[in-house]
């Protein structure tokens, strides 16, 4: 897969903590690769640049999907790359059905609508321990979630499976979070070897790594978690 110097690329969650911190560094001057960013979001984007397109629609409804592909249509994009950083919680979304809409239905179906107008990678945020088969309610639609992306048939799929994600998050008050946010760093010089993978990681660093990632040759599926992700972020 070869990216070329001035690509296109779908981000979707550019409203979020990890969206917010990549849409940023990608509009960074100095970066290698000068992407144009299709944002799609709900909420407008407090930030404007040349090389920005921001698509204020509600990306989690039908209409709002059909929209971003007029855009796309309209202004004749082809896309390279699609990045996502779209999420909620049990407690956000409301109900476990309500947050399997939102962490696996709209992932996958900004995932598809970015391969159907032509992205050949995709990079997704994901997180530890996500398994279709997992126990866990979260980590079992997040597994579903990578598995379906798999399927759309991009050439190349990076999962980042961070742990808890340290970061402020502007204007959400989410106290269990913050209280987890202060406890899990005291946790990290235990969690050693493969349990390093648990640690809580700067939301900065899991951004960090999905710009370093974008447009990188190469083909097939990976998964990284808190190690890999600090390695690219470097
Ligand atoms: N928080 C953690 O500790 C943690 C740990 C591991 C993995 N992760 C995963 O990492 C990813 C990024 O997390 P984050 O903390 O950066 O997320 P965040 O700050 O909560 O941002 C989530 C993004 O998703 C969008 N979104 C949520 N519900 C939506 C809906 N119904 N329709 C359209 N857009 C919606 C939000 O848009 P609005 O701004 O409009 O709400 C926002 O842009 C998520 O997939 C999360 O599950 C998080």
Redesign the pocket.
Known sequence: MSVPRSANLLLA???????GLALAALLAADRRRHWQIYAP???ALSLTHPRLHPIEI???TPTGQAQIERVLVAQGVRLDCFVC????TLKAAGSQAAFAA??RD?VLALAGIARRHGARQAIV????GAAPSSASFYLRVKGEMEAGVEKLGFERVDFLQ????LGE?AGVSRPG?RIAQVLNPLLNPFLLGSLRRYRAIP?EKVAAALVALAGRKGSGVTRLTNAAIEDCAR
């Open positions: 969650g550019a409203t979020g903590l990890v969206g979001t709900r909420r509600d990306p989690g950083a779209i999420g909620s939102i962490d709209l945020v994901s997180s530890v961070p742990g808890l994600l998050r979070e939301a």
